[in-house]
């Protein structure tokens, strides 16, 4: 099975719909994130967490929310979704581990979402 | 600023072929790392290296090779004896402290065809 899954893998919603991206992981990482991308801009961060109750914004956050049930899992929310957040979502995560300063991010296989 | 510039948006070679992703990278921190991945067509992302700014050793592993050069801020991906396998979209990422967590930025990616 996959470390890192979202639901669902792709989803064609209307304009005004409210959307839930889900991201679920079992590799026991405390942080989770959601990106999006865009074709030719690679991937833009739009929120992260370091753990439940630790949620950040990213750099593209306006228009979207999270929620950290628990550890293993992430929602992304669109609560009112426009065409402009057509894309391809992903989610994910990493473990900051001891003796290194940074923590390699390892990702889920993306939800594409189209809003008509 | 921070930045990551994958000038080469896309790539076509026979497979057999040697071929080399270029990545450059702009940081003003000195403690950094370089990350790769690849997205195949299927979509997800999957993490191919990691670099820190300390370590300017080439990397091999396989037919894939790494040549890091702070001199010049590149970070290059060479592919030996392309295989169609290989055909995939290559991102090349720069990861930086921002505030107490190690913000992942993103190239645009290059887009590599490897036909038989």
């Known amino acids: 099975d996959a470390d890192v899954t979202q639901t669902p893998r792709n989803r064609i919603t209307k304009t005004g719909k409210r959307i839930m991206l889900e991201c679920s992981q079992t590799?026991?990482?405390?942080?989770m994130y959601w990106y999006r991308q865009d074709p030719g801009l690679g991937l833009r961060l739009i929120y992260y967490?370091?753990?439940?109750?630790?949620?950040n914004k990213g750099e593209i956050s306006d228009g979207y929310s999270v929620s950290r049930q628990a550890q293993a899992k992430f929602s992304l929310s669109l609560e009112s979704a426009i065409p402009n957040q057509t894309a391809l979502y992903f989610c994910?995560?990493?473990?900051?581990?001891?003796?290194?300063?940074?923590?390699?991010?390892?990702f889920g296989p993306g939800t594409r979402l189209t809003v008509l | 600023a921070q930045k990551v510039t994958q000038a080469q948006t896309e790539i076509s070679v026979v497979e057999k072929e040697d071929v080399t992703l270029d990545c450059v990278y702009e940081t003003r921190d000195t403690t950094y790392y370089l990350f790769w991945y690849k997205q195949p067509p299927s979509g997800e992302l999957v993490f191919l290296i990691r670099?820190?700014?300390?370590?300017?050793q080439n990397e091999i592993s396989g037919r894939y090779s790494w040549n890091f050069q702070k001199s010049t801020s590149s970070f290059n991906f060479t592919i030996t004896a392309s295989q169609v396998v290989d055909s995939a979209v290559y991102f090349c990422a720069l990861s930086v402290d921002s505030g107490g967590y190690n913000k992942l930025i993103f190239g645009a990616g290059t887009r590599l065809a490897v036909h038989p």
């Open positions: 670099r820190n700014s300390f370590d300017e």
């Open positions: 994910a995560t990493s473990d900051l581990r001891m003796g290194a300063n940074t923590d390699t991010q390892y």
């Open positions: 590799k026991g990482h405390d942080r």
């Open positions: 967490s370091f753990d439940v109750k630790d949620i």
